[in-house]
C-alpha cells in the first residue's frame, strides 16, 4: 500500500488551524490560569499580557478556520462520512462557538473577577467540545491509517496538479459538478 496523499490545501488550511487553535489553547490555559483557576491552576503562569494574545489568535483563527469550513463542506465533502472527519467539523462548529463568544466579552471581566457572564461559560465549554473532538479525531485518524496518515497531513510534496496554482481550477470544477 502506498502511502496516504492529502490535497495541498487541505493540508495548509488544517495546519494553520491546528497551530493557531494550540497556540489559542496554551494561552488560554494562561489566561484561565491566571485570572479563573476554580478548577484548577498551573504550578507556574509566566508574567505577560495573555488576554490579549489570547484575543489575537482569536482573531487570526475566525477567517482560517472558516476558510477551513468552507473547504470541509465543499472540497472535502466526502471525507466527512468517515466519523473520525465528522468530528472535525464538530470542533469546527464549537471552534466558531468560542471565537464568537470569545469577542462577545469584555477584557476586563476576567481581570476584574467577573466570572459569571454566560458568554464566558459558554467560551470554556467550547473550548472544552474543541479539545475533545480532536482527541477523537486523532485517536481516529490513528486508529484508521496510523502514523502514515497522520504524517500525510505534515508532508510538504506536492504533486503535478495539486499546486496553489491549481486550487481556483479545483474549486470552479466542484462548483461545475454541484450545478
Avoid at 497551530?19 to 490560569?33: A, D, F, M, R, T
Avoid at 471552534?95 to 471581566?109: C, F, I, R, S
Avoid at 504524517?151 to 510538504?156: E, F, I, K, L, V
Avoid at 506536492?158 to 496553489?164: I, K, M, S
Wanted: proline fraction near 4%; hydrophobic fraction near 50%.
Amino acid at each position: 500500500m502506498g502511502r496516504p496523499y492529502q490535497p495541498s490545501l487541505l493540508r495548509l488550511l488544517h495546519g494553520l488551524t491546528a497551530l493557531l487553535v494550540i497556540g489559542c489553547w496554551l494561552s488560554g490555559l494562561l489566561v484561565y490560569s491566571r485570572y479563573d483557576g476554580r478548577w484548577g491552576r498551573l504550578p507556574f503562569t509566566p508574567d505577560g499580557n495573555w488576554i490579549d494574545l489570547h484575543g489575537q489568535l482569536g482573531w487570526f483563527l475566525l477567517p482560517v478556520g472558516l476558510a477551513f469550513t468552507a473547504y470541509a463542506l465543499t472540497l472535502g465533502k466526502a471525507r466527512l462520512r468517515r466519523a473520525t472527519n465528522s468530528m472535525a467539523l464538530v470542533a469546527l462548529v464549537a471552534l466558531v462557538l468560542a471565537v464568537a463568544t470569545g469577542k462577545l466579552m469584555q477584557e476586563n471581566w476576567l481581570r476584574d473577577g467577573e466570572l459569571h457572564h454566560l458568554v464566558y461559560a459558554l467560551h470554556l465549554v467550547a473550548w472544552l467540545v474543541i479539545g475533545l473532538a480532536v482527541l477523537v479525531h486523532v485517536a481516529g485518524s490513528l486508529q484508521q491509517g496510523g502514523w502514515p496518515l497522520l504524517a500525510s497531513m505534515s508532508n510538504t510534496s506536492v504533486r503535478e496538479g495539486d499546486l496553489p496554482g491549481d486550487w481556483p481550477g479545483q474549486i470552479r470544477r466542484y462548483m461545475k459538478r454541484k450545478r
